[in-house]
């Protein structure tokens, strides 16, 4: 609620009180509806969020910018695709109070009363207002489009003043439009406080929105009732307060301006552009739809996270997108509800969870959030337990399998780049089976709606495999121990297609976790039909599925994937191979060999796409065309580009130069006295 002290009316800020600096005094800058010259609305312009000054000194600046704009059509040609002049007004009309009437219904009568003048004042005819001022100004704000192309799209909107060239300074360094798109001032005279580039609006890969400090040295950033002096923060909220030096703004999402058809149809819109601004920005995967959609009503704070859409429910749980509200972290949060039944089968799953450690195939409970803000269950009444896991996963492996095309049984192979693809997955999950089974966890419900795909690249488009790196993570430890062996449980753990023969009948280890696995591997490299529905009651069904796998390897030899699965799929748990030796196995590790550009680590993924993103269009800051080659040798990989330098990164794989030239990395990798070339173009 609002009060005579603070210095965001509630009409601008209807989600939370303010108490940051008084030079951030709110003023109503809405515009007049009528045939005044108005610009196009959000739908009409393609734009997606609005930053209007709401201070006298954010209102002034703003004039400087717009009287240059308006004064010549040739002036500022680069800014002016991001500012909407709206109308004239005298200066007089910014210095009054903002009325109440913009969020009525959300804040209460007392909060509005107390921003209008005071009724007390002594004010006569004849006594002429302080505040009135026959200067006229103009108004309106910056939009934020993807319909204006960005001159460093991985940067975002860059604000502030623009760093310009000026007298005297001769060996000054001048930047391309002063090193800014949205232009808030032209002199320093309403802007004092604020920096040439003094923040940044940007896109991160996982579609979060931010707000990010450039300039440390100048007054802190203000978003809401938070000021902060470096990193970044997320726009969360559909409408916010933003204070610049000591220039003050409104920043507000317009894709959901109002409800209905036309509102959902903008939102669907803006998540198809924004995914294609992400694709083409970052080159990677396109994050999910409950990642790209702006806020909305139905959104609501959780500590320190933001929930977001449902990912799925079912076998594989209720569970909901969230994203950190300060660092923009994306996650699943998981909801569960714990009663006085039930308490302890979930302090299970949370201890369980927390004391796994940290391995990028299996999922890390990150945070924990209890409604009634306490660990220890106090009762009788049910109370709802979040607990938030990383990575965010996207699908999982049992959605992925029903919605692949069906193969026909072993007499048709795989195409090669899916057997890549799939074989890249198990290799993953065997990896981490391997690592909790080194640490003395047996899962115990190992199945495809518990394996969650993180990313996927796709198999008929070589340029989108080439950038997404395949991923995947076991899920849900609901039924997992900490233990060497276990007692069985009939009708109490695990899924019953995918038990091994000893889980119900006698002491158990980690083995039937191999034997699980090996039922997901018969899913992923056989046929997605299960192979038998219980087991031992079917011992005859599966020896004549191991019959028709042992004819396989006879004819493909024992470095295949299907000499592997009859390993996993032993009858008896002593026989049985261990995730650990299973790794070891030719059929997975061939996915690891080989310098192709999928299997080369994350971070040099990431060196060359940083590196092919800072200069789009082949020229550096001043205008020269750069020079940039990339090196490859048996051990390392190294890209210089004048003038950052040559950055260099080990790569794990045998390779030799095949051919070098700017634009692409072309290797030639020896895999077994076969030579096999793999090439990647760049944009570099």
């Given at each position: 609620?609002?009060s ?9 800020t ?6 940051s600096?008084s ?6 800058t ?14 009409a ?12 000194e ?8 717009a009287?240059e704009l308006?004064s010549?059509p ?11 002049v ?8 910014l ?12 804040e ?6 107390a ?6 004042e ?20 910056y939009r ?7 001159e ?5 909107w ?5 760093r310009?060239k000026?007298?005297g300074?001769e060996r ?7 090193g800014v ?43 809401g ?8 923060r997320?726009l969360?909220?559909?409408r916010?307060?933003?204070g610049?030096?000591?220039?003050a703004?409104?920043?507000?999402y317009v ?12 939102e669907?819109r ?18 999910p739809?409950e990642?790209?959609a702006?806020p ?19 076998a ?6 969230a ?9 699943a949060?998981?909801?569960?509800v714990?009663?006085?039944?039930s ?5 299970k799953?949370?201890?369980?969870s ?10 890390a409970l990150?945070?924990t ?5 306490d660990?220890w269950?106090t ?10 896991f990383?990575?965010?996963?996207r ?7 029903q ?18 693809l799939?074989l890249?997955?198990?290799?993953q999950?065997?990896s ?5 089974h080194?640490h ?8 495809p709606a ?8 796709a198999?008929t ?13 076991i ?5 997992a121990?900490f233990s ?5 449980q ?7 297609p995918?038990l ?8 158990y280890?980690t083995?039937v ?5 090996g ?5 992923l ?9 219980r087991?031992?009651?079917?011992e ?7 019959a028709?796998?042992k ?7 024992e ?8 390993h ?8 049985r191979i261990?995730?650990?030796?299973a790794?070891?196995h030719?059929a997975?590790?061939n ?11 994350a971070?040099?993924?990431?060196i060359?796409y940083?590196?092919?993103l ?6 550096d800051l001043s205008g020269?065309k ?10 390392a ?5 004048t003038?950052f ?8 794989c045998?390779?030799?130069?095949e051919?070098e030239?700017t634009g ?9 006295d076969?030579?096999?070339v ?7």
């Open positions: 609620m609002g005579p002290t603070s210095p965001f009316p509630t009409t601008l209807p989600t939370e009180p303010d108490a600096s030079s951030h005094q709110t003023i109503d809405e515009p007049t509806a009528g045939a005044d010259g108005t610009q196009p609305g959000a739908e312009c393609g734009c997606f969020a609005h930053l209007r000054p709401a201070n006298l954010a209102c002034l600046a703003f004039d400087e910018v009287s308006m010549a040739d002036a500022l040609p680069y800014h002016r695709h991001f500012v909407s709206e109308t004239i007004v005298p200066l007089s009309s210095r009054r109070p903002a009325a109440a009437d913009d969020d009525a219904g959300t209460g009568a007392a909060g509005s009363q921003l209008q003048p005071s009724a007390t002594t004010e006569t005819d004849d006594e002429e207002t302080p505040t009135q001022d026959p200067r006229l100004v103009w108004t309106g704000h934020f489009s993807f319909d204006a192309p960005l460093l799209p991985p940067l975002g860059r604000v502030g003043g623009g310009w000026r007298p300074r000054q360094a001048q930047r391309a439009n002063g798109d949205l232009l808030l001032a032209r002199t320093r005279v309403p802007a004092a406080g604020l920096a040439g580039l003094h923040a940044r609006f940007a896109f991160e890969r996982n579609g979060a929105f931010m707000l990010v400090v450039e300039n440390p040295r100048r007054p802190s950033v203000v978003l009732d938070e000021a902060f002096e470096a990193g970044s997320v969360a909220k559909r916010c307060r933003i610049l030096g000591n220039l703004y409104v920043f507000e894709v959901r301006t109002d409800g209905g058809s036309e509102a959902g149809e903008r669907r803006f998540q198809e552009r924004l995914g294609q601004f992400l694709r083409e920005t970052f080159r990677g995967d396109t994050p739809k990642l790209l702006s909305a009503e139905a959104d609501h704070p959780l500590c320190d996270w933001l929930i977001r859409g449902t990912v799925g429910r079912g594989f749980g209720t569970v909901t997108a994203r950190h509200r300060v660092t923009g972290k994306v996650a949060a998981k909801m569960v714990r009663t006085q039944r308490v302890g089968e979930c302090m799953e949370i201890d369980v927390r004391s796994v450690p940290e391995h990028p195939n299996v999922a990150i945070d959030i209890y409604e009634r803000g660990r269950y009762g009788p009444r049910p109370e709802r337990v979040w607990l938030i990383t990575p965010f996963v699908d999982s492996l049992h959605s992925y399998i919605s692949s095309p069906s193969t026909s049984s072993l007499a048709a192979p795989l195409p090669p780049r899916l057997l890549h799939r890249s997955l198990f290799y999950l065997l981490g089976l391997a690592h909790l080194a003395g966890f047996i899962h115990r419900d190992i199945k518990n394996l969650g795909i993180v990313s996927l690249p198999t488009d070589s340029s989108q495999a080439s950038t997404v790196k395949a991923r995947i993570v899920l849900d430890f609901g039924h121990i060497p062996r276990a007692l069985p009939p009708g109490a753990v695990g899924t019953i995918y091994a023969p000893e889980m119900e009948h006698t002491e280890g083995g976790d191999v034997w699980a696995l039922v997901v591997g018969w899913q490299f056989v046929q997605k039909a299960l192979p038998w529905r087991v031992p009651e079917e005859a069904v599966w020896m004549g599925r191991m028709a796998l004819d396989k390897v006879d004819e493909e030899g470095d295949g994937i299907y000499a592997l699965l009859v996993m799929l032993e009858w008896n748990e002593e026989e261990s995730a650990e030796d790794m070891g030719t997975p590790q996915v690891n060999r080989g310098c192709h550009f999928t299997s080369l680590p971070e040099l993924q990431n060359i940083e590196l092919a800072i200069m789009p269009d082949e020229r020269k750069r020079d940039c080659s990339i090196f490859l040798s048996n051990s990989i190294s890209l210089e580009c003038p330098g040559r950055i260099e990164t080990r790569i794990p045998s390779c030799t130069v051919d030239k692409s990395i072309s290797a030639t990798c020896v895999q077994e076969e030579a096999r793999h090439t990647h173009p760049l944009r570099v």
